[in-house]
């Protein structure tokens, strides 16, 4: 059966989110490769802006940094205060913006911090990131539960609007997680272990969970987790497929975690090795990324197996913007 509708049409048409793009929260770094979001079409993107293995205060030195290169880039991007900026970066032809913690470790301890950083732009936020740290395990060190700050930590982010997310985090601190969060929970950039059996892929109960609280698992276009070689845009709808037959099509979404400079993994895992402890010199050096110009790939492809215009647009955005609606103020 061919497809009835027009691909580029109804991708023009979508609101496209990338859950997380991966480049690296340095408070020096130009951010002129947002360009490529916004002429790729995508409506939003939320960008990196620490890592657990960071020191708290070189996190907001990033935010700040990043806060006053978007204001002076403001004729092309729009940093998210409210849910309402979404539409409005969409009619004026902008790309909207918000930031994410990989890990709670930039709260230094306090949950206060979490409405602070909100302030700041921050509108998601895992506890761990790869290892355990004092709010929960990650998904590269041993399974522990959620701790109890960590539980006091969702029941904040609940509290004052910001996305619960499960990448990089552990088995058990996940589950536990998505039954005790009020809000929906997302996997930002987290492909299927079904698919392709990496530690860092999700496991189907996992995915089921976050269905259940009515949250997306967003698959990324990393090779290392697509299909451990080529990363090619089949292998990744390989992946949307997979979700797909598990929890319905309302429930998966994009977070490519593009890397746009091939250096900066190697030069981010020598400066901090005990972050990827599973991974060597011939990983970082054969890992591919998806960039955002075949986004537009991804659209057709999921038109080419039948997927309808009202569930295309619902993968490559549109599960995210009601998630968003449900939880941003």
């Known amino acids: 059966m061919s497809r009835s509708f027009n691909t580029q049409s109804t991708y023009r048409n979508s609101f496209i989110w990338d859950a997380h793009a991966g480049f690296s929260p340095f408070a020096d770094l130009e951010l002129h490769f947002l360009k490529r979001w916004r002429d790729a079409g995508v409506g939003h993107v939320s960008i990196n802006v620490g890592y657990d293995m960071m020191r708290w205060d070189e996190t907001i030195a990033c935010v700040a940094h990043y806060r006053r290169w978007l204001s002076e880039h403001s004729n092309e991007f729009l940093l998210v205060e409210r849910f309402e900026d ?15 913690l990989e890990g709670a470790n930039a709260l230094d301890g306090n949950i206060e911090m979490i409405g602070v950083y909100h302030q700041l732009g921050v509108r998601q936020m895992n506890l761990a990131y790869n290892r355990n740290n004092a709010f929960g395990g990650g998904c590269h060190d041993d399974d522990i ?71 997306v698992v967003c ?36 977070g490519l975690d593009t890397v746009v400079d091939p250096k900066e993994m190697p030069r981010l895992a020598r400066k901090y090795p005990a972050a990827w402890p599973d991974y060597n010199e011939n990983d970082w050096a054969t890992m591919r990324f998806v960039v955002p110009e075949q986004l537009n790939g991804i659209a057709e492809e999921l038109a080419n197996r039948q997927y309808s215009t009202t569930e295309l647009s619902a993968i490559i955005g549109g599960n995210m913007l009601r998630v968003a609606s449900n939880i941003w103020r």
């Open 86 to 100: 979404l539409r409005l970066a969409k009619k004026d032809g902008k790309l909207s913006v918000t930031f994410d």
């Open 145 to 215: 539960a959620l701790t109890d700050l960590g539980k006091r930590t969702i029941a904040e982010m609940n509290r004052v609007g910001m996305m619960v997310d499960c990448t990089h985090t552990g088995y058990k601190t996940s589950m536990d997680v998505m039954a005790i969060s009020a809000k929906p929970v997302v996997f930002s950039h987290s492909n299927a272990f079904g698919a392709y059996a990496h530690p860092r892929n999700v496991r189907d109960d996992q995915i089921q969970a976050c269905a259940a609280t009515g949250g």
């Open 219 to 254: 698959v990324n276009g990393v090779s290392t987790f697509i299909d451990g070689h080529s990363g090619a845009i089949e292998s990744i709808v390989d992946h949307i497929d997979y979700i797909v037959r598990l929890v319905g099509t309302n429930h998966v979404g994009i």
